[in-house]
């Protein structure tokens, strides 16, 4: 375990290749770490606010409460990961596959996910205040007790989502490519949610209470 260091690209794929799978508490603010095999490695509780990840692999990885504000992250693989607790505000993560993911109790207010697989994820109980989901697959996805203020839906699929207790103030949901099966219960709250022309009644209509 390296505390309180600020580690390169290089160093850590040096420390890989020494068989090294433990970063807590490590410093990796701007840098950039692209196109990296991270597969299973523990980052709990590190730093990599501002940083660049495009590319880059962390399937099965352990990134618990770690603060990732600001970073930009393209076509990154989060397969399975370990995101609970983790800081994650105006970040952008295009693109990104979080099939299976623990993210639960994440603070990611105005975060960018557009075009992202979240397919079977766990987001229950996060602030998502003003996320953008353009695009994403939430099919199967647990949004429940979620704070979706303003969150931007448009292009999105939601199959089997759940939202019990899900916060939807103002949130946007014109333009969503599916909106089938899901799941809200009376503590949902959808006031002032957006839909298109003609669709709101039809779409509350085919919501499955439980």
Known sequence: MFESLQLTKNDIVEKLNQGIRSFQH?????GCYDKLNLDGVN?????FRGALLDYSSF?????????CNYVRARDVNFLKAKLDSARMWMASFIGCNFS?????CVWAIEAN?????FRDADLSGSNLAGVNFSGTDLT?????NTDLT?????????CR???NGAQLFSADFRGVAEFSDVRIDHKTCYVKSKWDVGMENSLIAGVRSV
């Open 43 to 47: 980052f709990w509780g590190s730093n």
């Open 113 to 117: 996910f557009s075009g992202s697989n």
């Open 150 to 158: 303003s969150a931007v839906f448009k292009g999105a699929k939601l």
């Open 59 to 67: 399937i099965k990885a352990n990134l618990e409460r770690i603060h």
């Open 140 to 144: 199967d996805t647990n949004l429940s």
């Open 26 to 30: 490590t410093f990796f603010v701007r």
């Open 100 to 104: 299976k993911a623990l993210m639960r």
């Open 161 to 163: 989502t759940i939202l």
